[in-house]
């Protein structure tokens, strides 16, 4: 069986406003439109203090075809803001990936945003459970 | 006081020109949020590790804008295309203002 | 009695359990979930299986009754006794045990000698888990009777319970391959196992995939092997698909630990996969469940089954295929002498502690089932009185062989419920709010409509207190009705509970383990009487 999860103490969360306020701040007025940029994380934590995430643009990275920055954010954390990716015409290709702590089960949001302005976004749903049992 | 953080960096040797290379980067920090509170309930500050920068020979590859989210021991793993042989150089900063650097050459054959 | 048992078994015999019409030029033979069965057991299967959203009843989803219907089988035969609970002990004593490693070995050898080298033998984990002789050689047991049966490959799941060390020294001796493309070493994120292996078969070239249990780090203790990362990861395993194409795979297998819906969506998501091997759910279903272009087999658990698959492959492509779920009626397949040989030299130094006698069971004693399980409930009586506890929880696991009413409960049986690396039976202080998280948070592992993300368990078993489920509500929403039994009141959310458990996945538990909490209960109750539980209710 599960035993008891240790939380800490209660805490403020972000909530889906602010990260979207977030997200149209990055986006410059810009409404980010699917495509382009995939997130990859796993569907369940195996330790919310560290859920590995990728993002990977369909981008040339050259030639005018280019990602400025990857902003990601998460709606369930205590703020928004994880971290921002610059990537420039010596990335190669526009991927990377990190480990980020989630303090419960919430949606991960990845944005990038083009040289040309144009704005994308995927969105992944990562489960942060107390764990046990099994078959 | 945690011991001083110490980078560690997976490069490739080497590589032939225009090609693109994966680059792993770990920084042993843990990454205080400022959301804790010690034992006796006074919030620990924050105290992160908040840009991290890799440039070849000078010119800037990749950085990233850190938050308290991002995991202790701050991983980052992202490419690089290499069209003459040089080197890498890695910046970390601290909340504290510290800077932590590493260097990494690559051979372009 | 001893009449109908003669009569029964009179239709059974080993050549019409074997009887296969062969059929093109690979043969694929998959046993899986074994959990360190060596010998024959009894093993009642779920009376109750709900799946939800999607797959709300589909295979493996049916049970009973329902299951007999849907398959078109007799009740009262041979098949009705290996895959359903219907009358199960009546059945269970005209039938007699299933299983065997030795059983198993007499097929193997058989099919091996029809078919010669075009025989992949594949084992599906949960393999080195599950028995007192594999707790007492850390898994030693099973991985000498299985060199023995020489499989090609396997993956795994509850073989990790013994740390990584172990793991690695035992793989590092394995003469076949331990595959697990979804296992990544946690500080870089590279593959820490082979992700597949290319066999030459019949003239065709078979790629098979390994797929470890995908949430081994939250269902089992993640302190214990630090450096692995798991995870579905299917943009892996379309990258290994594409790369064992791209080798020259005339046909990809996916030997799967990740549960049954978690393979039907897969095969559904990931092109290329002809046939996924499932594990880890313990489902024996009699045909493949077809989506699209993949075949997705359930071999069962426990030994009690083995599947034969051949496979016309010809140009790249699955043409035709004959599937048999062959049941390992252990009275009637001869076992296999060199490999009874060996089983009888692992379990001889341990002969008298396995058959000592702890009580005497009045009624069948099982487990598996959605949220019953009278085995479950002896354990959870044994901590609620050994651990003076008002509630209890008792994971629910699919592991754990029966015993029928009438038989002496032993050592081995016990075991065979709760063996583990971790089996502390803890005594702590919870909330009622935080028992109402606990069970929201397994529920939703069992029935969110994602397949990706469930773990594949069944409910955790409680004692003590009853409660209300709605399995198609949302996470948080589907457990109302806590009760306490003993008094009828309503578990109050704010107060604190003394709660009895086992099995935690936190490291440095404390308390002793579970086995000698349920032998300390026996010896205070030796005879067991426990009907079905009706303190869950689903709505
Ligand atoms: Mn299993
Ligand atoms: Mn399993």
Redesign the interface.
Known sequence: AAAASTTGGRLAFADVAATDKRIADFAGGKTPEAGKITLTAPEIAENGNTVPISIDVDSAMKDGDMVEAVMIVAEGNPNPEVVTFHFTALSGSASATTRIRLAKTQNVIAVAKMADGSVYMDKKEVKVTIGGCGG | MAAAPKPRI?VPKTAKAGE??LI?T?ISHEME?G???DKDGKPIPRKIINKFVCE?NG??????????????N????????VGETGTFKFTWTDDDGSIYTDEQPITVN | GRWSQAAAQQALTEDGLLDFQSTGNVTILHVTDLHAQLVPVYFREPSINLGVGAVAGLPPHVSGADFLKLYNIEPGTPEAYAMTSEDYVALAKSYGKMGGLDRIATIVKRVRAERGDSVLLLDGGDTWQGSYTSLQTKGQDMVDAMNMLQPDAMTGHWEFTYGTERVQEIIEGLPFAFLGGNIFDSEWNEPAFEAYKMFEKGGAKIAVLGQAFPYTPIANPRWMFPEWSFGIREEEVAKNVAAARAEGADIVVLLSHNGFDVDRALAARVPGIDIVLAGHTHDALPEPVIVGQTLVIASGSHGKFLTRLDLDVQDGKLKSYRHRLIPVFSDVITPDADMTKLIEGIRAPHMAELSRELATAESLLYRRGNFNGTFDDLICDALLEVREADIALSPGFRWGTSVLPGQKITVEDVHNACSMTYPSAYRSNMSGKMLKDILEDVADNLFNKDPYYQQGGDMVRVGGMGYTINPNGDMGSRISQMTMLKTGEAVDPSKDYVVAGWASINEATEGPPIWDVVEDYLKNNPVVNLQENRSVKVV
Request: hydrophobic fraction near 45%.
């Open positions: 997976k693109v290379v792993k770990l949020s959301q804790r509170k070849f010119k800037p590859v990749f950085s990233c804008d850190i938050d308290p989210a991002v995991s202790a701050p991983y980052f793993e992202f490419s690089a295309i």
